[in-house]
């Protein structure tokens, strides 16, 4: 292996990495089934408007999921009171958009 190819592949592997991390979060480790019937169920709290809020609370989930360590914090709430993460992602979710004021 030539000594200007190992730059080059040290970028492709943290890059790899980084990817992997990223679908392991948002696709495998949060079950989105469980995840998308939760968002449902919080947003058909606000019938009139229920697509905007189930809109807010995806974005939320998804700025949680992008954060090591917010959802290292919902691991962790979740292992300690024994609920289900998917239920401790939203959860999360909705408490981050209303003290956003972005849910009355």
């Known amino acids: 292996m030539k000594k200007e190819n190992v730059p080059k592949l040290a970028v492709i592997a943290v890059v ?3 990817v992997s991390i990223w679908i392991y979060r ?3 480790e949060f079950n989105n089934s469980e995840v998308e019937k939760n968002l449902s ?3 058909s709290k606000y019938a009139p408007n229920d697509k905007q809020v ?3 609370l995806q ?3 998804n700025h949680i999921l ?3 360590s917010l959802t290292n914090q919902v691991r962790s709430f979740a ?3 024994g ?3 998917e239920k401790c992602l939203v959860d999360a979710a909705f408490n981050q958009a209303k003290s956003f004021g972005y849910i009355a």
């Open 16 to 18: 790899v990495i980084l």
């Open 54 to 56: 189930y809109s807010i």
């Open 83 to 85: 609920l289900p993460k």
């Open 79 to 81: 292992s300690s009171t």
């Open 66 to 68: 992008n954060s090591r």
């Open 26 to 28: 948002h696709f495998i």
């Open 59 to 61: 974005d939320s989930v």
């Open 41 to 43: 169920d919080n947003a």
